[in-house]
DNA sequence: CTGAAAGCGCTAACAC
DNA sequence: GTGTTAGCGCTTTCAG
């Protein structure tokens, strides 16, 4: 019951409501002793200013909305963290919406739904573009995309191609059998921002400059979840006549497949040599040969385009570029 | 740009901005065609309302916070999934706040923070008790506790010490060594909802019931992360010597636990049998025995005692408790 | 059924 | 450095 309003405060501090409004916002024309006496008022009365009255008076609600696929994983976890920290010094708040189910996707069409009700959007692994049926819908409020390429909107993205091709490389030292574990791509499903789809471009373009054919029978594409990981994973496996290089495209589904070699007696990074892509938390425990991604810093550039662009939405539109690097572990 | 306000609309309709308002509130006293000259003005301008302006003025934000120690588990997607659908009804939004990090919690200590700038609160898998410092904080904002009984806020929870012993009296049904695979609950991580320990307190008691002991050192307890829930399982299988009968605390561990069985050569449901407990998503797909927990009606009933305590937060407080069900599969 | 007008709590521009 | 005052956009009386 926030019934204690600020001329509550500014009648028993003995002071105006506009002093009291200047004591709460760190404003430097007050005197310290007065502003000491509103903050112990507002201490003894429990006032809280009201948020609503605030966003509505300055037109700014202190705070960001990330809408992104799904959560739980590791690389969105890092992601929420980073941008979290990064905006502490803003005095900004990060409100997450993901677009678990079709009836979330739904409502958040609705320009007046509950994420846009603030100062700014990230849209990470999403695509603004394809996510409205009426591109108009949510314009105007300042926005960055994280990962995928846009035309439209400040963006951060990964050099997926170039990830790709380092894996070839890598995996060519030795040469074998060369298959893909690819994470299927569709619009409405969490991903559908094409990072996937690069990184086999890019590891297809080396084995190609390499003189090396990947026949599209080599590649096993699947739904992002547990139990096709471990399916295409064993399709691979069935596949093999001996020892075989196999780039997967994210830690996750890489996982899986240690999982499965192991299970069918086989020695990752000697039967099968495994490089995957993003180097999460779980990666260097597992041993994983992966692709890291500077997720951290990725999130904190985009925090910092996203909080230039409320203060200044004229600006150009932005795009960084990170480079991804390959971390040599035990699996290949 | 949301420049247009409902005086342009009501300039532009030749009405008051009163009517205005009435049109999209879908008031009753209002002629269907006065509305429709309204509404097409609306299109016809782009008029967005001001959702700042409008929880100012009504002091009501038509969403409610949701706060959960993590996300990406089935369980609380669930949970989450049944939650919007129920709220739909309402024409409310739920906003998700994870406490990934220390940060987050030490942020939303403040009851000035995001998640409190709604008309209500679920704590789910968290004891608001426990969770401020200062216990009157977030006073007066109606809220509804998931899986964690309270003596102040409504509640809803599940009879976790009869899913224990409902494991114990089936796996009775064999006897074998017996052993136990736990979730770690501390306080300021995840899981400090006492769940867990209920679990294995009914577990416990059927064991003593059946005249069979359960001692400390069969009960396995790990962190809630991958590589401990497979540290856990080698631990238990490596007692081993013969058959044996092992509850699993979280389906999500139990199939780790399969894993590692499988890894050993063993065979799920004859050399070790389980019973775990969530029946989330992946469970029926594993062929795991399971409790089965009502999740969705869990989430509905919730939603509904909160939007009850908002529409009139005198009401006495409410509690329900749901009984979990065996689901009998292939491990035991 | 529609209009007129007050005012929610706060901030900011302007006085002093 | 503090007070005075207007007003953000909307909803909700109260008239008529």
Redesign the interface.
Known sequence: ??KVTIKDVARHAGVQPSTVSRAINNHPHIRATTKARVLSSIQEL?F??????Q??RT?R?R?ISLLLP????DFY?RL??SI??AL?AYEY??????L??E??LA?YQN????PY?TDGLVYASLNPEQLYHDP?TIQ?LPAVVFEVPSSRYDHVTVNNELGGSLAARHLQRRPATTFVINVEERFNTPFASGVFRERVRGFRAAQRDAGLDLPDTHIFTSDFT??RAHQAARRALQQRTGPVNIFVTCDVFARALL?EV??AGLTPGDDVRIVGFDDDR?AE?SGLTTLHQPVEEMGRTLTRLLMERIADPSLLERSVQFDPVLKVRGTA
Chains 1, 2 share one sequence.
């Open positions: 019951m926030s429990g809280v200013p009201d948020r609503a009255a966003s509505f037109g609600t705070s799904i959560t739980g994983t976890d929420i963290n979290d920290e502490e708040d990060a409100g997450i919406f993901p678990l189910s009836r979330r409502r320009p007046a739904a509950l009700h108009l105007g547990p139990e999982e192991r299970l779980q425990a």
